[in-house]
Structures are given as structure tokens and as C-alpha cells.
């Protein structure tokens, strides 16, 4: 009996420790993961900051194309010497021709060995790009007692542009910063050659073939990261990236024996702690039990019968030590005070069910609660009603409804996928007469998980949205008749606008354009009475199409033109951007031209003042992409969901703009293209609307003109 006691105290006491021994490995196993960070960390700094200095050297370069263009022998040499007297780093810089002899310099008159006219076509960077003609660098190499390295970049007329640069400016990027006092950061270019190292020790060295890292690096371009060994056979550990922007490999290092001495000295440590632990505890706990292996068994005792809810009984206070009593009186009157939680706990539940119920019967939504085979459990007073309605029986035949329900094709096809697991949750509106009007029920069925992720059953909510169905007609009905109405009188207004605007005299300018102003808003106003016209028979399916070629180019400019008034209200730039004449697509140009509208007058009312609206249309492997962009206030991601439904409005300085219509219409017309209208938005910053048409050749009479 104490042989097993003292295993068992001898259990409790060592497993802790054990477990701290084991932490304290695995934070020496942590601390060996920060070392791979802090190289990781390193070299990406380092690939950042030279793909910076590199991008930074390209915008220098930007005179390429201009020296390009040149022809004549002293403009070229001028144009050099600008671009060497406006850049320190740049120590020589020609012009070549596609051969890699020289045309033009410009040189620093320090540096004698560029006075010898150049001849690059036997050298390895100029080898390496020529066959496919691309732009790279060339490692560092010496010359006049200074370290250079080498770009080399096509130019469109054939010739190539030769730029030596001054190694010291990149090397300042590159090697200010290493790990610990071996640690070391290498440069290597594609054909294995040092291109330049922390120390100063293996500059132009080649690495290749003996080193397989290297060869594996090569192979696999994905940032690297952990050990290996250096060419010389040394441990190491580190992390190492190619710089996309020079064909270079950037590795950080440092030896294992010094980056790991802590992490083995805390492991060697914990080792020890260990088997001292376990050791002086095992005489301790020898000792221990020999005193009071029997009061712990009386306590054990009593546990067990807490732990199987035996509350009423207790345990002995008269034995062992006088520390023992004293825990056996604390145990005694714990067991006591348990039993009192215990009875008041039953109570609290009962109190619990009952609020619980109360809240699920007084809710309005109607609750349904099944079980994973679909069985009924609960059911509150609207959820009844709605089964009765639906079935179409009396208020006393709840179960045969409930019954006719599980028939139901809608309903079941709502369910089943929620019960089998295919979906967490499912929505579906569902359309029934109750007395000879229709009533419309939005019915949401969703897993009911416990805390461990186990399903218990399906949760059933029904919302009745009659009255907001009923509510979008009474919309529809009104915007249908009021429309029929004004269209008359807005052509006829429109008409004499028109006939106005020719009488107006020529230097009236500033009657010109409040006639204009007007014109346009009619325009506007009768552009919206067709809007719903058409959504109406869009929506009925009676909306006809005139599918013809459209010229996209002046359809482009032309809405920019009508709206130009509208945006010039309040100071937008809007701009038209369609330089390819031959893009047509095959669409309604009236249905057509008034999404596009719809969707530049939108963004015109959206956009603060002196803000700017772009309407363009480009070339894209679909077909032709048609969109409209600006830098307005821009669409919260909630709006996002709802924003091409009818009547939907987004707030422009906290009020509403429009009758929310526009956005289903295009819509609609789009898709009838057989298209999708696209959104990318982001708050603060602006959005872009756009849709791609399949694009079709030009009409055979415009291809002759």
C-alpha cells in the first residue's frame, strides 16, 4: 500500500517538474526559431531596402527612352553627361551599339580607365542579356582602386545603354547590420559568383558546383530558411531571398556553435535540474508518506465521494497531524456548503427553463426547434400559426399541418441541407394565400451547436414580411403611374428648351448656358421617367431589345458631354478616356447609354466638390470593359450587399440621393447583355462600377470609311 502511495506522490511531485524541464526545452526550441526570425528579419530589410535602391535607379534611368530617340553624336553625349553630373552613384554611363562597342560616353574624369572606348562584346553581363535582349546587373568587380558593378539596358532602337555604378552606395544598404561576431551576409548573382560579402573576404569567389545549397537554391527561388553548410563545410544557420530586381541571392548566417551556445547550455541545464529534482524528491517523498500515507487515504476517499455528489458524508477530523484535522474540519464544511449550491442550483435552473420559455412564447417571429432527424421538440404560438396558414387548415390541427409541412417541396428543399450538414444555415421566402390575400414569410434554419461543436438540432425562425412586399408594390405602382404622367410634359419641355437654345444670341454666354443648364436637367428628369418605364417592363419580362453594333469610343464622349453641366455644378473634372477607335460591342445603344448614365450621375452626386469622375472603356481578353470611376466618399462593405436592390439608397452627406432605382436598372440591362456589373470600393477613397460586353467587328460600311 505505501509502495503505491509513494509512487503515486512520487508521480505528482516529478510530472511538474518534468513539465517545466520540457517548457524550459521548448523555449530553448523557441529561442532557436528567434534566431531563424532575426536572420529571416535581416534579409528581408536587406531585399527591401536594395529592391528600393534598385527601383529608385530605374526612375534615374528614366532618360533611356529619350537617348533612344537621339541621333545625333553630341546631343547623346549631352544627355550623358546631365545624367552623370545628376547622379553620384553613376560613374560612367554610354551608349552602345547592338554589338556592345561604344557610340557615346560620359565618364568621371577620375576614373582613367574609361577613357579607352568601349568594347562589351566579349564581356559575361553583356553575353548573358543579349540573345533575349533584357535589362540586368553584373557583379562587383575593381577598377582604379574603387569597386563598381555593371547594369546593362535595351533601349527600343536596338542599342543598349551601359550604366557603371559605385558600389559604395549599395554597400552602405547591404552589410550595415550582422549577427553576433562570426555572423556574416553574402551577395550572390545567378552564375554563383560572390558578388560581395559582410567581411570583405570572398568578393568575385566562385561557389559553384561545389556548393549544393547554392545549386538547391537556384532550383528554388522561395525564400530559404534554416541550416546548412558554407562552402568551407562550417554549421551554419540562417535565412537567405532572391532579389528579383538584380538576380541576386541575399544570405545571412552565422555559425551554429555560436548562435546555439545558450540554447544548448539552458538545455544541458534543464537536464540536470531534472534528474536532481527527481532524485532529492524521491528521498523526500519516502520519508513523507512513512507520516501520513494514511490521513491522504481518508482524504482520497472523501473526494471520490464529492466527485459522485455523496455530499452527506464525511470524513474523520481526529487523525494524523494537527494540520490534517484542521483540513479535514475545512473539507467537512466544504462538502456542507456544496450540498446547500447543489439544491439551490435545481432551483435555478427550473427558474432559468421558465424565463427561457417565456421569452421564446412571447416573441412575435415565430421559433420552431427540430432535432437532427427532423423531429419536432418546440414550437411557440406564430410558428403554429404559420404551419396552419401554410397548410391551409383549422387553428386545432397544428400536428396534421406540421405533418402536410414535411411534404412540402419548398420546405423540405430549405431543411434538408441544414440537417445533413451541407450547410450551417439557409434562408428562404416562402409566398401563401391566407383568406384570399397573399402573405410572404422569410424562414431562416440554422445548426444549433454545443460548446464542443456538436449538433443538437435545427433552429427554425420565421419573420412575416408581408407588409414590406406590400410596401415595395405600393413603391412600384406609384412610381409606374406618376411616370406615365410627366413623360409628356418632360419631352415637351425639353422641346422648347431646345428651340430656345437656338435663339439665344451668340455672345450670350451667360444665358447659353442656364439654358443649357436646364435642358440638361430635363434631360435628367426624362432619362429617369424612362429608367422606370423600362425597370417596370424589365421586371414584367416585356422590355425589347434593339441589338445593334455600338461604336463604344463616341458613345464614351458623348455621355461626358451631357453630363458635363451636372458635373460643372459642382466642380468635378469629369473626363472621358476611350482612345481605341476600335472597340464595338453588340448592345441596345439607348438601354445602353442610359446605364451608363445612371452610373456617371451617381458617382457625379457621391463625389465631393472638386473632386473628379472618370467614364472609360478599354480592351480586355473578355471583350470590352466599359466602367466609370471616381475618388468620392465611397461605399461602406455593409451597403455593398444591398446596393443593386430596387429602392436601396446609399447616404450622400448623411442624406439620401435619388429614389434608389438606378443601380436595379442597370443591373438589369447589364444581365441582359448578358454581363455583370462589377463593384470595387473603398471608404474614403472612391469607387469603380464596371461590366465587360463581348466585343464584335466593326459594321462593314465603317470598315470602308
Known amino acids: 500500500m505505501r509502495n503505491r502511495w509513494f509512487l503515486i506522490i512520487l508521480a505528482i511531485v516529478v510530472i511538474p517538474v518534468t513539465m517545466i524541464s520540457i517548457k524550459i526545452v521548448e523555449y530553448a526550441q523557441e529561442s532557436k526559431e528567434q534566431v531563424y526570425d532575426l536572420h529571416r528579419h535581416i534579409v528581408n530589410a536587406l531585399s527591401l531596402n536594395t529592391n528600393t535602391y534598385f527601383q529608385q535607379l530605374n526612375m534615374r534611368l528614366a532618360f533611356a527612352p529619350l537617348l533612344a530617340r537621339t541621333r545625333q553624336w553630341g546631343e547623346q553625349v549631352a544627355i550623358l553627361n546631365n545624367a552623370l ?37 566579349q564581356n559575361k553581363l553583356f553575353a548573358k542579356v543579349a540573345p533575349d535582349r533584357h535589362a540586368d546587373t553584373g557583379a562587383v568587380y575593381e577598377r582604379d582602386g574603387q569597386s563598381f558593378f555593371d547594369i546593362m539596358y535595351p533601349l527600343e532602337n536596338g542599342d543598349w545603354m551601359y550604366v557603371s555604378v559605385r558600389w559604395e ?54 525564400p530559404w530558411l534554416g541550416e546548412f553548410d558554407d562552402p568551407n563545410g562550417l554549421s551554419s544557420v540562417g535565412a537567405g531571398q532572391w532579389i528579383q530586381s538584380a538576380g541576386w541571392f541575399v544570405l545571412s548566417a552565422q555559425p551554429q556553435s555560436e548562435a546555439y551556445a545558450k540554447i544548448s547550455k539552458l538545455k544541458w ?42 455530499f452527506d458524508v464525511k470524513v474523520p477530523e481526529n487523525f494524523g497531524l494537527e494540520e490534517f484535522r484542521a483540513l479535514g474540519q475545512a473539507f467537512n464544511q466544504m462538502t456542507q456548503e456544496l450540498q446547500v449550491y447543489n439544491d439551490m442550483q435545481v432551483e435555478k435552473i427550473v427558474d432559468e427553463k421558465t424565463k427561457v420559455e417565456a421569452l421564446l412564447y412571447s416573441i412575435q417571429d415565430g421559433i420552431l426547434m427540430v432535432n437532427e432527424n427532423g423531429d419536432l421538440q418546440f414550437s411557440n404560438d406564430p410558428a403554429q400559426q404559420w404551419a396552419i396558414d ?35 444555415k ?97 434631360k435628367r428628369a426624362l ?27 463616341p458613345m464614351v464622349k458623348k455621355i461626358a458631354g451631357d453630363l458635363h453641366f451636372q458635373a460643372m455644378a459642382k466642380k468635378i473634372t469629369l473626363t472621358a478616356e476611350c482612345d481605341d477607335p476600335s472597340l464595338w460591342i453588340q448592345a441596345d445603344q439607348g438601354l445602353m447609354e442610359r446605364v451608363v448614365e445612371n452610373i456617371t450621375g451617381n458617382a457625379i452626386k457621391y463625389t465631393m466638390e472638386k473632386g473628379w469622375v472618370k467614364i472609360y472603356a478599354r480592351a480586355v481578353p473578355e471583350g470590352v470593359e466599359i466602367g466609370v470611376q471616381d475618388n468620392g466618399r465611397g461605399i461602406p462593405p455593409e451597403a455593398l450587399k444591398k446596393l443593386f436592390g430596387k429602392f436601396e439608397q446609399v447616404k450622400a452627406e448623411d442624406k439620401a440621393v435619388g429614389f434608389g432605382i438606378g443601380l436595379s436598372f442597370s443591373k438589369g440591362i447589364v444581365e441582359a447583355h448578358g454581363s455583370t456589373i462589377q463593384v ?24 470602308a470609311a
Open 390 to 424: 401554410v397548410a391551409g387548415r383549422s387553428k386545432e390541427a397544428f400536428e396534421k399541418s406540421w405533418q402536410s409541412l414535411q411534404e412540402y417541396p419548398p420546405w423540405t428543399d430549405l431543411l434538408q441541407p441544414v440537417l445533413s450538414g451541407e450547410k450551417p
Open 269 to 310: 541545464q534543464a537536464y540536470a535540474w531534472v534528474i536532481v529534482s527527481v532524485l532529492g524528491i524521491g528521498i523526500f517523498a519516502y520519508f513523507w508518506l512513512r507520516q501520513i500515507s494514511l490521513p491522504i487515504t481518508k482524504l482520497a476517499k472523501g473526494v471520490m465521494n464529492v466527485a459522485h455528489r455523496k
Open 527 to 553: 432619362s429617369l421617367v424612362e429608367t422606370i418605364l423600362s425597370l417596370a417592363r424589365l421586371q414584367a419580362g416585356k422590355l425589347s431589345m434593339n441589338l445593334v453594333p455600338l461604336h463604344v469610343q
Open 680 to 703: 470595387v470600393s473603398e471608404v474614403g477613397k472612391g469607387s469603380k462600377f464596371f461590366f465587360v460586353v463581348e466585343k464584335v467587328s466593326a459594321p462593314a460600311q465603317q470598315k
Open 169 to 222: 552606395s549599395l554597400k552602405k544598404i547591404l552589410f550595415d547590420q550582422q549577427v553576433g561576431k562570426q555572423g556574416f551576409i553574402w551577395l550572390i548573382d545567378e552564375s554563383g559568383s560572390i558578388v560581395g560579402d559582410s567581411q570583405n573576404e570572398h568578393n568575385g569567389q566562385s561557389v559553384l558546383p561545389k556548393w549544393s545549397f547554392f545549386n538547391d537554391r537556384l532550383e528554388q527561388r522561395d
Open 426 to 522: 439557409a434562408s428562404e421566402e416562402f409566398e401563401f394565400p391566407v383568406k384570399g390575400r397573399s402573405r410572404w414569410s422569410r424562414v431562416l434554419a440554422q445548426q444549433v451547436l454545443t460548446e464542443n461543436g456538436r449538433q443538437i438540432g435545427i433552429m427554425i425562425v420565421i419573420h412575416d414580411v408581408t407588409q414590406d412586399k406590400e410596401l415595395d408594390k405600393m413603391k412600384e405602382d406609384f412610381f409606374n403611374g406618376i411616370t406615365h404622367d410627366l413623360r409628356t410634359p418632360l419631352a415637351a419641355t425639353i422641346g422648347y428648351l431646345g428651340l430656345g437654345e437656338v435663339q439665344v444670341p451668340e455672345d450670350n454666354t451667360e444665358l447659353t448656358t442656364l439654358v443649357g443648364s436646364a435642358k440638361q436637367s430635363a
Open 85 to 121: 553630373l545628376s547622379n553620384n552613384d553613376f560613374a560612367c554611363v554610354a551608349l552602345l551599339n547592338s554589338e556592345g562597342k561604344e557610340r557615346a560616353k560620359a565618364f568621371d574624369s577620375k576614373l582613367h580607365d574609361f577613357i579607352a572606348p568601349l568594347d562589351l562584346s
